[in-house]
């Protein structure tokens, strides 16, 4: 079912890069090749200490926030690589209001957060991972708005093959299908995400702001199958629809995530927008 995320293990690589070569089209259909000489951030003979990379790479983080002022979104991650235990990593999203909860796969590859709606006709019922399987009732939200063919964000969504409208409905819809051949069908609302953000280095904030998602009214392939079931999946990919880069647009996270996933004992982890500090 859409991948699965191996141990994480974490590796500082020293990137060497000698020269480059870089190609300028001019008029006349003629090329001037110029080739950039690019010196080596740490010589090749010389012992580096962990410490010395390490603190070069907190520096470039540091540029990379230094014009952010928003705080950390924070995920807790379930789950575990182990095919013999659960075989994916999923997280926990409140939506709605009242807000309800829902555990979605983390999937690095998409970009799309949806859920199974209440109409949905051949969603599993239960999970073979002990997890009691929610739906998305728009009627039951009072902040939910469907988004209709007409809508300005179905139609910036729609240039990027990840939408298609029914004038019968009038309702913005997507088909998506994962590379396993597993995939979905549904349309899409805007209602409040809830997350915890965190502010400094320790102040807990409840938040929440209006995001984009799919309520998948059809499943197919894997997804269809009880034994790994989950609520829907959370894309983190970084195209406008993914929710990283709605909160981004909404100065409320970086348009950056970071993890640490546990791949022995019972897994589990911690996934955030923004940086890990600790």
């Known amino acids: ?3 699965w995320v191996s141990t994480l293990k974490v590796i500082v690589v020293a990137v060497v890069i000698v020269a480059a070569t870089l190609v300028c089209a001019v008029s006349g259909g003629g090329r001037i090749h110029r ?7 740490f010589p ?3 012992r580096v200490e962990l410490e010395v990379i390490k603190a070069r ?4 983080h540091a540029r990379m926030f230094q014009s952010f002022s928003g705080g950390i979104v924070d995920f807790p991650v379930v789950g575990t690589s182990d095919p013999y235990i659960f075989g994916l990593y999923f997280t926990k999203v409140r939506l709605g209001s009242p807000p309800r909860e829902f555990n979605v796969q983390i999937d690095t590859g998409s970009d799309l957060l949806w859920v199974t709606c209440s109409s949905c006709n051949n969603c599993p019922q239960n999970s073979g991972l002990g ?5 998305f009732d728009a009627a039951t939200s009072s902040t939910v708005s469907p988004i209709s063919c007409s809508d300005n964000i179905c139609a910036s969504i729609v240039q990027t093959a990840s939408a298609e409208c029914s004038a ?10 994962y590379g396993d051949g597993s995939g979905t069908t549904g349309f899409y609302v805007s209602d409040l ?9 320790s102040l807990v904030v409840n938040s929440s702001a209006p995001i984009v998602f799919g309520c998948s009214t059809s499943l197919y392939g894997d997804l269809t199958k009880s034994d790994r079931a989950v609520d829907g999946i959370f894309g983190f990919g970084q195209q406008e629809l993914s929710v990283i880069s709605q909160l981004s647009s909404r100065r409320i996270a970086p348009k950056v995530f970071s993890h ?9 982890g911690v996934l955030v927008l923004g940086l890990i500090t600790t």
């Open 1 to 3: 079912m859409v991948g």
């Open 35 to 41: 080739v950039l000489a690019l010196e080596r951030a």
């Open 44 to 46: 090749v003979e010389e």
């Open 57 to 60: 790479d907190r520096a470039r």
């Open 131 to 135: 997890i009691p399987l929610n739906f």
């Open 168 to 177: 019968e409905s009038n309702q913005c819809g997507y088909t998506f299908r």
């Open 193 to 201: 995400l809830y997350f915890d953000t965190i502010l400094g280095t």
């Open 260 to 268: 640490c996933l546990k791949g022995d004992g019972n897994g589990g």
